[in-house]
Structures are given as C-alpha cells and as structure tokens.
C-alpha cells in the first residue's frame, strides 16, 4: 500500500488551492458500457434511483413492489419513478406479475401536477388479461392500440387501426395470470411496440406531431380502484440511435463557486432548452446534473458529449477515462467547457487532448480573469454567424495541444495584456514560458476544435467561469456551434441562432449557495 498525496488547485481564478490525501492506490477505472449491452436501472435492492409515495412501494423479495389497500384507497393513479435518467430511443425489458387491478409502464412519460402522478405512452398491465400488451395514453389521448392491433396516430389525435400483430385473444393466452412474465418496450422514433413473453403485443405509429413525444421519463403504475398488488424486477435497458436527431449528452459538474461563477447545472440546462426549443428537428440535448450520470446508459446512443464541470479530480470523467476513449473510438463528437479543459498531466489530460486537441496543463497554462478581443475569427463551422467581440472571462490560455496542433484548429485567438501574469508563478498562474510569450504579445487560443483520425470530433472552450457571458450573443453562438458542429449537425451560414436569454431564463436552476456568515455583533460599551 503506498501512500499518494496529489497537490491540485481545486478552485479555479484564484480561490485556493486543496489537498487530496489517500492512503491506498486510486480506485480503478471504471469500465466502459458498452453500445450494445442491456444495463440494469433497479439494483435488486433498494429504491435508489426511483421516486415514489413509499407507502405504497418497497422492495420484496428483490422486485419494486407496489400495494394498495382497501382500507387506504388511493384517490388517483399514482407512480414509481425512474429518476436517474429519460429515454428518447430504446429497448426496455422487464419482468413483471400483478395480482388484481391494472397496472403499467411508462415510457418517453412526464409529470402531472399531482404528487407521484404521471402522463404519457403506457405498455398496459392488467390481472385479468383484458388489457395486457395495449398501448395507452396515460391522461395522453386514452386507447392508441389495443393488444393485437397496429395502429398509426393521426394529426387529429384518434388512432386508425393499420393491421394487426396477431388475434387479441390467442395473444392473452400467453400471458401467465399470477406469475412471472417478460415484457419488452422498443421505442423507434414515432414507433412504439409492446411484447409479452416473446410474443409481439401491439404497435403505433405516432403522426400526431403537435402531441407526439421523442424523450421522457420510465414509470411503473399502481391504479386506483380496488386493493391490488404488482411487482417489477430485472429492469434493464438499451438506448438505440435515433438515426433523424443528433443526441448530445451534456454533463454538468458538482457546485463549487460563488453564486454566478461556475454554475455548470444552470449551464448545461439553459444549453438544453435553447438547443432543444430551437432546433429539435436536428438535435437533442440531454442534460444530466451534478456530475457523472448514475444512469449507465447514458452514452449509449450519443453523438456528442460535452462537459461543463470544475477540473483536476473534481472532473467527473477523472475515474472514467475508459469511457472516454470508447466513445472516443467510435466517433462520438467530445467536447470541453471551462475547467473541464483540465484534469491531471499524464494519463487523464493525454485521454483529454486525444479527444479534445488540447487541455489545461498545471504549471504550464494559466488562468487569470481578463478582457478578451477577438478581433478575427476564422473560416470554420464553429465561427459562422459570430462577429468580432470582447468579454471578459476566465480565458486560461497556453494549453497543451496536440503535438505539433494536428487535426487542431484555433477557434478564438487573443493577446492577453500584461496585468495577466500579475500572480507570481504557480501552478495555475505564471512561468517563464508564458511570461515570456505575454511579453512578446503572442496570441493565445482559448478556443479550438478538432478533427480526429476516428473521423470524430472535438472542442475545448476555457471560457464560461462566469454564467452572465450566456447572454453575450456572440459568445454565445461559439458554444452552440460547437456543441452542434462536434454531434455533425449542419451549421447554417449564421450559425446555431438563439434568443438572447432573458434574466429569468439566466437565473433558472443556479445553484443553492451557502447563506453568508453573519457579522459578530458589536462590543457595546461598557
């Protein structure tokens, strides 16, 4: 056992450095999941990761189990939810038995305003087998395929039977009343398909395109009405490409700074909405929140990854390298914002400058807080529709590139002034190399993408420490571009367009911060 102790700057700009201490070895890398493997979303265990009313869920048994009573009827249907991740396309296989009432799952489903209520695509349960395998909009437009039938859902909402996936009858008789039975959900785009034991259930075609949803949430039911009991247990789930959509899977790190610095939540869900509300017909933003996603698919049908998190090993993808580079090797766009240019010099920034073109290298880079010109922009993708601008900004500059900036392009190049290196040296604020290009008005690249051998690509952008620079729409558009261009959406000619974010939609989801410490009172007299 040896003892490691790793110096890092925890806090970037300057405020304070940490001290990490372990006695042992660092943990391993974690595995990478794989593009065609089923992984689990219940642990046999517990309800982490799910949220429901527990007095009507628990585990028994080593299934999510759900029970009403006639002796507390419950007033409205109410749900178990799956909280660690949404599903847009995917296969979603579990084993389910139900005694009395109806039940369900919910696919690509949203919240109601009543607690633990949901709406939404519904693969039906019943006890009595009159409804298993159809297809139902929960408070979402009622019957769209009754087990037996394939359907396809007009504009007007109603659904016109379009063929048949065998007699509904004949279909029940595979189901077991009381026992274990496996259902499969496959969602595909507009088409949605239910499966009991083997055995093909029901299909729609969603046409209504006012109505019809792409993503959402997972959910099992429990109905209202007389006592029933049901139970779920080996969950798992696939995501499939979507094929007509870009994804991109946008990480945000855990809270660290002051309020409006380093709000990477509220960043990558502002990100989100403007991505998602401005240009759904060509991608898809999916944020998760305050680190790593616990939902091990996440990545399995990405485009693009893009982090937006503190640096060193606070980065989330620190013990996740082998995840990087398996999205990495399949072209999967990746894609670095703020201190997320940065981890550690050797194995976790080399991982970084193999995917992004470059990083943040301690006692190398620095970090300090200046008024930056950009005077020229270049003829690419990343800088269509962006005209010459300044702001100010954390803008880290002489990073590590790529040997020799191979396949690296500079985006965003300026001449930092002198009062830059006005901290004496450290490991993220001086040294003669640096000094001496400053001295020499050398410009400096903040931002930069790439275009790797694996025909993937990537970006690093050191901007972004403070939330505010979201409503500079010059600034802005650099990031949308490259967010949008390393997923390979076409860029159009004035780029990624967005409304200027209003101070409501800027002050969405910040981060809690500590309450100020109180002053001491005053001495009085005596």
Known sequence: ????????????????????????????????????????????????????????????????????????????????????????????????RIFGGNSGIQVRSFDLEKPHAIGGYQADIDAEGKWAGTIYGEQYRGILAKRGEKAEIGEDG???????????????????????????????GNTLTTEINGHAMAEIVDADTDARRRSGSVALQLHRGPAMKVQFRNIRLKRLPLGDLKKVVYVAGTPSHPPRMHEHNAGAQLAAKLLNENHGDQVLVVPYL????????????????????????RHPAYWRLRQIEYLRDRGVGIGML?????????????TLISATGGAFEINKS?????????????????ARGVKPFNIVDEWYFNMRFAEGMKGVSPVLSAVPPDETMSRPD???????????????????????????????RG???????????????????????????????????????????????LDANLDPKPAPKPKPAAKKDA
């Open 1 to 96: 056992m040896k003892f490691r102790i790793l110096l890092f700057s925890l806090l970037a700009g300057g405020f304070g450095a940490g001290l990490w201490v372990t006695g042992q070895e660092p943990q391993q890398q974690a595995n990478a999941v794989t593009n065609d493997e089923f992984v689990a979303i219940f642990d046999g265990r517990s309800l982490d990761g799910w949220s429901g009313d527990t007095k009507l869920w628990r585990v028994e048994d080593g299934a999510l189990t759900g029970e009403t009573s006639d002796a507390e009827p419950i007033q409205y249907n109410t749900f178990l939810k799956w909280t660690d991740g949404t599903v847009d396309d995917f296969e979603l296989t579990a084993e389910y």
């Open 426 to 456: 450290g490991e993220h604020s001086g040294n003669p190399e640096v000094r001496k290009m400053v001295a020499e008005r050398l410009p400096q690249h903040v931002c930069w993408v790439t275009e790797r051998a694996d025909g993937g």
């Open 366 to 382: 620095v970090n300090p807080h200046w008024d930056a010109r950009f005077d020229k922009l270049p003829d690419h993708p990343v």
């Open 158 to 188: 109603k659904p016109t039977v379009t063929g048949a996936t065998g007699d509904p009858d004949e279909l029940a008789n595979f189901i077991k009343p009381n026992e274990w039975n496996t259902y499969r959900v496959v969602a595909k």
């Open 338 to 350: 703020h201190y997320a240019v940065e981890m550690t010099p050797d194995e976790t920034n080399t």
């Open 290 to 313: 305050n680190g790593w996603p616990r939902d091990a698919s996440a990545f399995q049908n990405a485009d693009a990854l893009v982090i937006q998190s503190d640096g060193g090993p």
């Open 459 to 505: 970006f690093g952008f050191t901007g972004l420490h403070f939330h505010d620079n979201w409503a500079n729409d010059d600034f802005r558009r650099i990031v949308l571009n490259a967010v949008c261009w390393i997923a390979k959406v076409e860029i159009p000619e004035n780029g990624i367009g967005s409304p200027t974010p209003t101070k409501a939609e």
